[in-house]
T-cell receptor
């Protein structure tokens, strides 16, 4: 079974600064997808960024980028120019076809952006 | 709004009662997923459907949990004889292009 580990339960960053959230996973599969989802307080889960394992190029979405290290099974999220609206729980998740494309989530990192 | 919707958003029930939650996926999405999220944890996969077929149900937490998607559109998740440990957020998601899941707002259940 695949496991997803987020080792930072809580993090804090000042507005306009950069922060990196860590995620490691364990799988024997070669084809899979990795995601970062954001869950603001009392609001619904939304996709931040996705990465396909067969693509070596790291995904980027505006201020969000990932550092995907397939051999190390590491998938960190970098948030640049942090904004107050980035305050949320961030979940790393793994998916592949063997599980019917169901998501396997880590426990999450609570990010607080301070003025 | 063409996103995933869930109803009700909140449910308070007494232990031993049955509850049913509804999920309406994005209309063109064939796959629908149910997750449970307890406080301070990531969502935990429960079951999923491809159209009306339930393709995985071994991850349902007990035989008190059941799900249906009779016409391949909306889905329901039922919990019978609720227990206090069932208190959680129940999330629904549908699978779109590029293997991306889109989540609804969730149903928060409190069992007294």
């Amino acid at each position: 079974a695949q496991t997803v580990t987020q080792s930072q339960p809580e993090m804090s960053v000042q507005e306009a600064e950069t922060v990196t959230l860590s995620c490691t996973y364990d799988t024997s599969e070669s084809n899979y997808y990795l995601f970062w989802y954001k869950q603001p307080p009392s609001r619904q889960m939304i996709l931040v960024i996705r990465q396909e394992a067969y693509k070596q190029q790291n995904a980027t979405e505006n201020r969000f980028s990932v550092n995907f290290q397939k051999a190390a099974k590491s998938f960190s999220l970098k948030i640049s120019d942090s904004q107050l609206g980035d305050t949320a729980m961030y979940f790393c998740a793994f998916m592949n076809s063997n599980s019917g494309y169901a998501l396997n989530f880590g426990k999450g990192t609570s990010l607080l952006v301070t003025p | 709004d063409t996103g995933v919707s869930q109803d009700p958003r909140h449910k308070i029930t007494k232990r031993g009662q049955n509850v049913t939650f509804r999920c309406d996926p994005i209309s063109e999405h064939n796959r629908l997923y149910w997750y449970r999220q307890t406080l301070g944890q990531g969502p935990e996969f429960l079951t999923y459907f491809q159209n009306e077929a339930q393709l995985e149900k071994s991850r349902l937490l007990s035989d008190r949990f059941s799900a249906e998607r009779p016409k391949g559109s909306f889905s329901t998740l039922e919990i019978q004889r609720t227990e206090q440990g069932d208190s959680a957020m129940y999330l629904c998601a549908s699978l779109g292009t590029e293997e991306t899941q889109y989540f609804g707002p969730g149903t928060r259940l409190l069992v007294l």
